[in-house]
């Protein structure tokens, strides 16, 4: 499959964290994780496995979720998205406020006849991503593309924040 251009839509709603008895439970979770990990002197595996702490995922209950990789080199932070199967016109990216969501859903039914048999599956399965856009992205550059089953969103960095690079030097002691 060719590398297929993605809409990505731009909207200025702003999206709330998660609240109530989820963000509750999440809480307790992330507590009980980390006494388990620290009487055993392991690190906390809530900040072992969570992503870079400007990207916040979110996530609704049961949803099926995509693995994700996120990169970074000198002009822009790539998001890239495991969607096989999937066609451009099953994913819905969207900004709102300071956050980039993607979200996508997959419908698949195959019907099978025969002398003496009859076969009929169907499987469908949503879902949704959100991360939090780091400071110094040009939000209107903001691109994405589908090819061989991986939706690439690339979130390129601001002249600004491209010049705030700096390299510092190790020296020893």
């Known amino acids: 499959m060719a590398n297929t251009p993605v809409d990505v839509k731009k909207t200025t709603a702003v999206q709330s964290p998660p609240t109530g008895a989820l963000q509750s439970f999440r809480s307790e979770m992330d507590r009980l994780f980390d006494r388990f990990a620290g009487s055993y002197g392991f ?23 995509p693995a994700v990789d996120i990169t970074e080199d000198d002009k822009a932070y790539k998001i890239a998205v495991e969607v096989p199967g999937m066609s451009e016109k099953e994913i819905d990216i969207a900004v709102t406020g300071d956050t980039i969501s993607v979200k996508g859903e997959k419908r698949q039914e195959h019907e099978e006849k025969g002398k003496n048999r009859y076969v009929s599956e169907r499987s469908y399965g949503a879902f949704q991503r959100s991360f939090e856009l780091p400071d110094g992205i040009d939000r209107d550059k903001i691109a994405a593309s589908l090819a061989n089953g991986v939706l690439t969103v690339t979130l390129p960095k601001t002249v600004e924040a491209q010049k705030q690079q700096k390299k510092i030097e190790v020296k020893a002691a």
Do not use: N, Q
Request: hydrophobic share 45%; proline share 9%.
């Open 43 to 65: 690190p906390s595996f809530r900040r072992m496995f969570d992503v870079e702490p400007f990207w916040r995922s979110e996530t609704t209950f049961g949803a099926a979720l």
